[in-house]
């Protein structure tokens, strides 16, 4: 299953270190194991976006997903990709960019034909550059929030809620950064989505840096010792007891202040729901816990 991870840091960047896959399998392990992509997302000062990643192939070097990288920034994406549509190029690897924000999403879902054309009666078609179900709904989004002005809460709750009636869907786990704001979605109840809002002020003394592992992606941040952070992740990364399951279909804001607030725009079920006994069997094993 893809692995999913978001940090808020609040309105100053922090410095944060983060490896991907950095647990030490085996050889053996490896060959079973390997992921199809994986990558980060940051934003500069001026608040563009920056994304390093690669298409990890089994048979590529795995220097990128071993080394620690130090990145500042205000919001940070990281993704671990297994496939389950596109193959493993550069172009079908999260986090995904269009117009200044960040993507990666957790799921799969059927009716691309629709979709495209969906895409092509906005206009966006061009903004797909690879084959994969998560561009293409990163593009709906792309467009309806342009035609919300701008609204990204908008342009999730239309995109998701099209694609929800009319789609059939595994799951739509997402997350959508900003320089500013962080957007977070579990939908339906198919793959966990977890959240931590995490205040040094309340934890036990002597307060404890930022350290958020699992076996696939880890993060460490000494400068968030004494300040407030929000995190999401696939899996709980740490024994932190605030960690809690995001619910079924809860859309969560993170504004530059770290405010969290939680809306519930979508049906309990999708019109069409997929099992993976739906999928091919390639697709399915992707979508194992």
């Known amino acids: 299953?893809?692995?999913?991870?978001?940090?808020?840091?609040?309105?100053?960047?922090?410095?944060?270190?983060?490896?991907?896959?950095?647990?030490?399998?085996?050889?053996?392990?490896?060959?079973?194991?390997?992921?199809?992509?994986?990558?980060?997302?940051?934003?500069?000062?001026?608040?563009?976006?920056?994304?390093?990643?690669?298409?990890?192939?089994?048979?590529?070097?795995?220097?990128?997903?071993?080394?620690?990288?130090?990145?500042?920034?205000?919001?940070?994406?990281?993704?671990?990709?297994?496939?389950?549509?596109?193959?493993?190029?550069?172009?079908?690897?999260?986090?995904?960019?269009?117009?200044?924000?960040?993507?990666?999403?957790?799921?799969?879902?059927?009716?691309?034909?629709?979709?495209?054309?969906?895409?092509?009666?906005?206009?966006?078609?061009?903004?797909?550059?690879?084959?994969?179900?998560?561009?293409?709904?990163?593009?709906?989004?792309?467009?309806?929030?342009?035609?919300?002005?701008?609204?990204?809460?908008?342009?999730?709750?239309?995109?998701?809620?099209w694609v929800a009636a009319e789609l059939p869907v595994l799951a739509l786990n997402i997350i959508v950064t900003t320089a500013t704001d962080l957007w977070a979605l579990r939908y339906p109840a198919t793959h966990p989505l977890y959240v931590l809002e995490r205040d040094p002020l309340t934890e036990p003394a002597p307060v404890a840096p930022l350290d958020a592992r699992s076996p696939r992606i880890h993060s460490r941040s000494t400068e968030l010792a004494e300040s407030r952070s929000v995190l999401f992740a696939t899996k709980r990364m740490n024994q932190n007891p605030g960690w809690r399951p995001m619910a079924p279909g809860e859309l969560v804001h993170v504004g530059p202040n770290l405010v969290v607030t939680s809306t519930f725009p979508f049906p309990d079920q999708p019109a069409h729901p997929l099992t993976l006994a739906d999928l091919e069997p390639s697709a399915a094993a992707s979508q194992m816990p």
């Open 1 to 161: 299953m893809c692995r999913l991870f978001g940090l808020h840091a609040g309105s100053r960047p922090v410095r944060a270190t983060f490896w991907l896959l950095d647990a030490p399998d085996s050889l053996s392990e490896q060959s079973r194991k390997e992921p199809d992509g994986a990558g980060i997302g940051t934003f500069d000062p001026d608040g563009s976006p920056r994304v390093t990643k690669r298409p990890l192939a089994a048979w590529e070097d795995h220097a990128f997903a071993r080394e620690a990288r130090e990145l500042r920034s205000t919001t940070f994406l990281a993704h671990v990709r297994y496939a389950s549509t596109g193959a493993h190029t550069l172009v079908n690897t999260h986090p995904f960019e269009q117009d200044g924000r960040l993507f990666a999403h957790n799921g799969a879902f059927h009716g691309l034909g629709r979709l495209d054309a969906r895409l092509r009666e906005f206009g966006v078609a061009e903004l797909v550059q690879g084959q994969t179900d998560s561009e293409r709904l990163f593009a709906l989004i792309t467009a309806e929030s342009r035609r919300a002005g701008g609204d990204v809460a908008e342009g999730i709750s239309r995109a998701v809620g």
